[in-house]
């Protein structure tokens, strides 16, 4: 692998040893945050409703913004034009502003028809299109939310966790709306329309030197990491497609150690915002390096909350390029690659982050007959298929690690008649999300329509997939029982790969695939 930088300085919310069993002191969770919402899960059998929110300590970013206009959450238009100046006339890397920023996840449960704060009652946990809907107004909103250590009046149980990998601290929250200026200031604050764009004609130019020879679907734990890979040099990734890891409640999944091959560098096109397909940039063990920071980036632009902001300007402080992409709707990219293959992408068209999210078509037109790899992130085959209509493919990513899709989805079936096709779930061993009982991906709702659309999933059952190795056409980059096999798959476009090729030859990076 290439030379990397020294030890470097972040944020203490990425690093992976920073929290490692100890209680967080009490007197370090603010009393008060600025929250915005993050995602949600859904347990349609305990008719709950788990909601995530990024959080940065109000009390340290109201001093911040009084000493520093790029953070004056006050003054939204100075907060615009301060980072205009930055970008005019900072002609070398500077120090993240928001590297010593305190930020938080907070997670809380609720049951169907509680009220979120001020908001009207959440939708049923059985009306999924509702909770999409609700999810996508959420993600434009901001809350200020008081934190207890103890319970009291209108208090609601919440989990807060202090990084990425930590262990979750009970407390207790009550939330409102801020003042539509502060609102809006900031929304200015942790905006992505400070970073650099990437325009369709120049995403296609930097997917034009992938070799497609082989996909790699890593084993990440409960997270989401792919590469496009050449077998000249010998098993080298080229580019990847997100660089996740499992994180806060199911930090547990992710491989340790965990590293990624960067031989030449490759470009990482991130799907969407969500952490557990970035953070593996954050979950190498060699030395507090983290060579995934000098690499460039290339995300879709979302409304995002501090925790992504901070992450992205990581990048950027520490050597790396990020670009933010946001072509017309419906635009489809196409870049050439050698041997008559072709990369077909777009945004999906839904409304919530995971269904805006990029998705990647790897096609080979000429062959007989005409296949594909699709790679989806966390995007419903409902938000793009029909657009993008991708080449059958023979190498497909479940979306969001198995999850429940639209019951309309349209699932991609395999070309007729080959005798080689894989579906791949990524995700990790006992993942969990709520409390009782846990929600486990995969599901049974996912594997049943991928099931319906004839790929073979052997020996899981429908009803409790995950449990054992699947066999048939399908691969998963882990199991959840006890004793069974981890590990990443490598996936070819006529048959498995001879041999099962480890990133740089195996020579010292430890995220071996080892199915095919």
């Not at 807060?160 to 200015?188: D, E, I």
Request: proline content about 10%.
């Amino acid at each position: 692998s290439h030379n990397l930088p020294g030890p470097m300085t972040m944020n203490t919310h990425f690093r992976r040893a920073e929290h490692p069993n100890e209680e967080y002191p009490s007197n370090l969770i603010p009393h008060l945050a600025y929250a915005c919402f993050d995602h949600l899960e859904v347990d349609t059998v305990a008719r709950t409703v788990l909601l995530a929110f990024d959080l940065v300590d109000a009390q340290w970013l109201d001093v911040q913004g009084m000493q520093n206009p790029l953070l004056n959450a006050d003054q939204p238009d100075g907060v615009d034009e301060a980072w205009k100046l930055r970008r005019q006339f900072s002609k070398r890397r500077s120090q993240s502003p928001f590297e010593s920023m305190p930020i938080f996840r907070l997670e809380i449960e609720l049951p169907d028809g509680q009220r979120l704060f001020d908001l009207p009652p959440l939708p049923s946990a059985n009306d999924p299109r509702a909770l999409r809907v609700m999810a996508a107004d959420l993600e434009r909103m901001w809350f200020e939310v008081e934190i207890q250590n103890h319970r009291g009046p209108s208090l609601m149980v919440a989990q807060l966790y202090p990084g990425l990998f930590a262990n979750a601290v009970s407390v207790y929250v009550k939330g409102k709306m801020p003042p539509k200026q502060k609102a809006k200031g900031l929304s200015a604050v942790f905006s992505l329309a400070h970073l650099p764009t990437i325009s369709t004609r120049h995403l296609a130019m930097e997917l034009s030197s992938a070799t497609a020879d082989l996909l790699a679907v890593y084993d990440v734990g409960q997270g989401n990491a792919n590469a496009l890979v050449s077998t000249r040099p010998f098993g080298v990734p080229t580019h990847y497609y997100d660089l996740g890891a499992g994180v806060y409640r199911n930090k547990h999944t992710t491989p340790y150690p965990l590293a990624f091959c960067f031989t030449q560098k490759p470009p990482i096109i991130l799907s969407h915002w969500d952490a557990d397909h970035w953070a593996g940039a954050y979950a190498v063990t060699h030395n507090n390096k983290n060579p995934a920071l000098t690499c460039t980036w290339i995300a879709p632009l979302q409304v995002v909350g501090p925790l992504h902001i901070a992450f992205a300007h990581d990048v950027i402080s520490k050597g790396g390029e990020f670009f933010i992409y946001s072509p017309p709707p419906g635009e489809i990219g196409i870049a050439t690659l050698p041997q008559q293959r072709r990369i077909r992408f777009m945004r999906g068209g839904g409304r919530d982050r995971n269904g805006t999210g990029i998705v990647l078509t790897v096609e080979e037109p000429s062959n007989i007959p005409a296949r594909s790899w699709l790679l989806t992130g966390d995007c419903d085959y409902l938000h793009f298929v029909d657009e993008l209509k991708p080449l059958p493919p023979v190498g497909l990513v479940a979306p969001h690690h198995g999850a429940d899709l639209d019951s309309k989805s349209p699932i991609p079936k395999a070309p007729t008649g080959v005798g080689y096709k894989r579906l791949v779930y990524s995700f990790g061993p006992g993942n969990r999300h709520g409390k009782t009982p846990p929600v486990q991906h995969p599901t049974t709702k996912g594997v049943t329509l991928h099931n319906s659309a004839d790929w073979d999933h052997n020996r899981w059952s429908l009803l409790t997939p995950g449990t054992h190795a699947p066999g048939g056409d399908i691969l998963a980059t882990c199991e959840h029982a006890p004793g069974t096999s981890r590990g990443g798959a490598l996936i070819g476009w006529d048959r498995p790969p001879k041999r099962l090729i480890a990133p740089c030859g195996g020579g010292g990076c430890s995220a071996p695939l080892n199915q095919s």
